[in-house]
């Protein structure tokens, strides 16, 4: 029996799915999927390695995903982990398996990769909703992010394969389909296009959902999208990290508070069911009271009511790193206060 363990984003999950089946003819084999987004991320996959050869002491546990990727040798010096692979080389884990190990740390440039995995999933054990991966990696900097440098370059993935893994996961009976990406709204060569491509070649498609989207990057097209499908679900998670401009400024975002709040409302004037959620960092370096007062105030007047929060993580090797800190308390203290305003928003 093969089980493996996802931590993090959709594309973990998806990319989960992948290795499952890959590996569907293994035994004993504990596949570790890891996310390096905060430094309490990365904590939590080393403690699950931990955990899980406690649990199964003949086990062979591999490690793999953003957090292998980004500080391989962490993972290296733990007796509990057999094999360490990157993002990379997990597209290439039954055949790394199936040979005889003569390393355990087998993890590349991932900025010299530019392809993908074309792998087709066959579903989602026990979800409702299936993930479609669109494309991977990020070309842009914001100051606090380390994703790009466990993810490379933005590379897409090409139509015809992302139409054959959506007609396959609607032949096993899902109804909800999530394109997900790193960055997806930077799908080449137009993210807009490609929904509308799917929604005219897949019009039986009962639920069109997305991850997370970039404001700066919604166009007026994808607004008309929504307007005139109404089989695109009418959700909406942005990240939006601040609702202050100076604070978005310094994290290198391409969009102000004002195009936030416009979106929300272009979207909700064509679809008044719609919903909204976002992703928002607290405490992020040199953040004011007053500019956290900001993104407060802009989760009432975008009406967001979903939120997804985190408390800045400092990543090494990230510009936001350098900047001078807001006391991790302060950050904490913040965070929960954004916390109970989505909170009210849902009332």
């Not at 649990?55 to 953003?66: F, L, Q, S």
């Not at 398996?97 to 579903?123: M, Q, R, S, W």
């Not at 396959?168 to 997900?180: N, S």
């Given at each position: 029996m093969v089980k493996v363990i996802t931590l993090g984003c959709r594309i973990n999950a998806y990319e989960s799915e992948v290795i499952k089946e890959k590996l569907a003819h293994l035994d004993n084999v504990i596949v570790v999927n890891t996310c390096a987004v905060t430094a309490e991320a990365e904590r939590q996959c080393r403690q699950t390695v931990r955990k899980l050869r406690r649990e199964n002491p003949a086990a062979?546990?591999?490690?793999?995903?953003?957090?292998?990727?980004?500080?391989?040798?962490?993972?290296?010096?733990?007796?509990?982990?057999?094999?360490?692979?990157?993002?990379?080389?997990?597209?290439?884990?039954?055949?790394?398996?199936?040979?005889?190990?003569t390393e355990k740390t087998i993890v590349?440039?991932?900025?010299?990769?530019?392809?993908?995995?074309?792998?087709?999933?066959?579903?989602?054990?026990?979800?409702?909703?299936?993930?479609?991966?669109?494309?991977?990696?990020?070309?842009?900097?914001?100051?606090y992010c380390i994703v790009p440098f466990?993810?490379?370059?933005?590379?897409?993935?090409?139509?015809?394969?992302?139409?054959?893994?959506?007609?396959?996961?609607?032949?096993?009976?899902?109804?909800?389909?999530?394109?997900?990406?790193?960055?997806?709204c930077s799908y080449k060569p137009s993210f807009s296009a490609l929904?509308?491509?799917?929604?005219?070649?897949?019009?039986e498609i009962p639920s069109l959902q997305f991850g997370s989207l970039d404001p700066a990057a919604?166009?007026?097209e994808f607004i008309a999208l929504v307007r005139d499908y109404a089989n695109i679900a009418p959700h909406f998670h942005f990240s939006v990290q601040s609702g202050d401009d100076l604070v978005l400024k310094r994290m290198k975002r391409r969009h102000s508070r004002?195009?936030?709040?416009?979106?929300?409302?272009?979207l909700k004037a064509v679809r008044p069911d719609a919903v909204f959620g976002a992703d928002f960092i607290c405490g992020f370096p040199?953040?004011?009271?007053?500019?956290?007062?900001?993104?407060?105030?802009?989760?009432?007047?975008?009406?967001?009511?979903?939120?997804?929060?985190?408390?800045?993580?400092?990543?090494?090797?990230?510009?936001?790193?350098?900047?001078?800190?807001?006391?991790?308390?302060?950050?904490?203290?913040?965070?929960?206060?954004?916390?109970?305003?989505?909170?009210?928003?849902?009332?």
């Amino acid at each position: 029996m093969v089980k493996v363990i996802t931590l993090g984003c959709r594309i973990n999950a998806y990319e989960s799915e992948v290795i499952k089946e890959k590996l569907a003819h293994l035994d004993n084999v504990i596949v570790v999927n890891t996310c390096a987004v905060t430094a309490e991320a990365e904590r939590q996959c080393r403690q699950t390695v931990r955990k899980l050869r406690r649990e199964n002491p003949a086990a062979r546990i591999v490690v793999t995903g953003c957090a292998a990727q980004i500080a391989p040798q962490k993972f290296a010096d733990m007796t509990e982990a057999d094999l360490i692979l990157g993002n990379k080389e997990k597209a290439d884990i039954a055949a790394i398996l199936a040979a005889p190990l003569t390393e355990k740390t087998i993890v590349g440039d991932i900025f010299a990769y530019d392809g993908h995995d074309a792998f087709v999933i066959t579903g989602f054990e026990g979800r409702q909703r299936a993930f479609v991966q669109i494309q991977q990696g990020c070309d842009h900097r914001c100051t606090y992010c380390i994703v790009p440098f466990a993810r490379g370059h933005n590379r897409s993935v090409p139509e015809a394969e992302i139409i054959a893994q959506i007609r396959e996961l609607l032949r096993q009976g899902f109804a909800e389909i999530c394109l997900t990406g790193v960055d997806a709204c930077s799908y080449k060569p137009s993210f807009s296009a490609l929904v509308k491509y799917i929604l005219q070649q897949v019009p039986e498609i009962p639920s069109l959902q997305f991850g997370s989207l970039d404001p700066a990057a919604v166009d007026d097209e994808f607004i008309a999208l929504v307007r005139d499908y109404a089989n695109i679900a009418p959700h909406f998670h942005f990240s939006v990290q601040s609702g202050d401009d100076l604070v978005l400024k310094r994290m290198k975002r391409r969009h102000s508070r004002a195009d936030v709040i416009n979106l929300c409302r272009k979207l909700k004037a064509v679809r008044p069911d719609a919903v909204f959620g976002a992703d928002f960092i607290c405490g992020f370096p040199t953040e004011s009271e007053e500019a956290f007062a900001n993104t407060v105030k802009l989760v009432h007047e975008a009406g967001i009511s979903k939120l997804h929060v985190f408390p800045y993580s400092e990543r090494p090797g990230t510009p936001a790193a350098l900047m001078p800190q807001i006391p991790v308390e302060e950050r904490r203290r913040r965070a929960e206060i954004l916390r109970r305003e989505g909170e009210v928003v849902n009332d």
